[in-house]
């Protein structure tokens, strides 16, 4: 293929390969031309609905606490479309949406604008600081950055988007935040239930912790917002199973996002 294009089309690093601009060029064209292909295909064979996998970058917060009408929708609705869940970081996410190796993919960042990539943002995400029952900050009316360094931190890993705020948050010249990194949502709530530290958290995951007073929000307001996004790559022609993807999570997994908010 590069030899009859006259271009080289990947860079061969090592053990390592990737697309050379090039390439990219290439992918967007590779993509209508197998779009064409399953059309062609469905028209001559006869369509019977939509199918196919979908390969979908997420995160545990939106697979667990956001994701269910959607793949509970799909389960029944069409049962032929496979979704290939895949837990990544955002920022893994977003080079495997460039990449092509993911077909779309969940955001939760404080940016709304990613280059090389179209994004629909589905919702502001509140963050809620929680501790164990009857921790002795809860009593305070307002709470500083100041007072929680002090605290340990329960936190999922590097790279999350609001973990890596809180912790520029508390960070000055003279101290570093003893975070401790618990790996999942699951595993930090339970942490901070049993007095290990507290965590701030989207307070879609501790809404029923805090309702039945297992955990205690603490008074103190993020200074910084994030956002629940959808995005893919930026110019790929959208096959029917990934526009039907964005219309049913932009209906069903959508909220009144403020004013002004870029998506």
Same mark, same amino acid.
């Given at each position: 293929?590069?030899?009859?294009?006259?271009?080289?089309?990947?860079?061969?690093?090592?053990?390592? $390969?990737?697309?050379? @601009?090039?390439?990219?060029?290439?992918?967007?064209?590779?993509?209508?031309?197998?779009?064409?292909?399953?059309?062609?295909?469905?028209?001559? +064979?006869?369509?019977?609905?939509?199918?196919?996998?979908?390969?979908?970058?997420?995160?545990?917060?939106?697979?667990? =606490?956001?994701?269910?009408?959607?793949?509970?929708?799909?389960?029944?609705?069409?049962?032929?479309?496979?979704?290939?869940?895949?837990?990544?970081?955002? +920022?893994?996410?977003?080079?495997?949406?460039?990449?092509?190796?993911?077909?779309?993919?969940?955001?939760?960042?404080?940016?709304?604008?990613?280059?090389?990539?179209?994004?629909?943002?589905?919702?502001?995400?509140?963050?809620?600081?929680?501790?164990?029952?009857?921790? @002795?900050?809860?009593?305070?009316?307002?709470?500083?950055?100041?007072?929680?360094?002090?605290?340990?931190?329960?936190?999922?890993?590097?790279?999350?988007? =609001?973990?890596?705020?809180?912790?520029?948050?508390?960070?000055?010249?003279?101290?570093?935040?003893?975070? /401790?990194?618990?790996?999942?949502?699951?595993?930090?709530?339970?942490?901070?239930?049993?007095?290990?530290?507290?965590?701030? /958290?989207?307070?879609?995951?501790?809404?029923?912790?805090?309702?039945?007073?297992?955990?205690?929000?603490? @008074?103190?307001?993020?200074?910084?917002?994030?956002? $629940?996004?959808?995005?893919?790559?930026?110019?790929?022609?959208?096959?029917?199973?990934?526009?039907?993807?964005?219309?049913?999570?932009?209906?069903?997994?959508?909220?009144?996002?403020?004013?002004?908010? @870029?998506?």
């Amino acid at each position: 293929l590069e030899t009859s294009l006259g271009a080289e089309l990947f860079d061969r690093l090592g053990g390592r $390969t990737r697309l050379t @601009p090039a390439g990219e060029k290439l992918l967007g064209y590779a993509e209508q031309i197998l779009a064409l292909v399953d059309a062609a295909r469905a028209d001559v +064979a006869g369509d019977d609905g939509p199918s196919g996998t979908l390969v979908i970058g997420t995160m545990e917060s939106v697979t667990s =606490y956001r994701m269910p009408p959607l793949l509970e929708y799909f389960h029944h609705r069409y049962p032929k479309v496979r979704l290939s869940l895949r837990p990544s970081l955002c +920022a893994d996410t977003r080079q495997a949406l460039r990449q092509g190796t993911f077909d779309i993919g969940f955001l939760l960042e404080e940016e709304t604008r990613h280059p090389g990539l179209e994004t629909v943002v589905l919702a502001e995400e509140p963050l809620t600081l929680v501790a164990a029952p009857g921790h @002795p900050l809860a009593r305070r009316q307002k709470l500083s950055a100041t007072d929680l360094r002090s605290l340990s931190v329960l936190a999922t890993e590097a790279g999350c988007a =609001y973990r890596d705020l809180f912790e520029a948050e508390l960070r000055d010249a003279r101290y570093t935040a003893p975070f /401790l990194e618990f790996g999942t949502i699951e595993a930090i709530k339970k942490g901070v239930a049993s007095g290990l530290g507290v965590s701030l /958290l989207p307070t879609v995951t501790v809404a029923a912790e805090l309702e039945k007073g297992e955990m205690t929000a603490l @008074p103190w307001d993020a200074p910084f917002c994030v956002y $629940t996004q959808l995005a893919w790559r930026a110019g790929r022609r959208l096959s029917r199973e990934l526009k039907l993807f964005v219309e049913q999570a932009t209906r069903l997994m959508r909220e009144d996002v403020p004013p002004g908010t @870029p998506g």
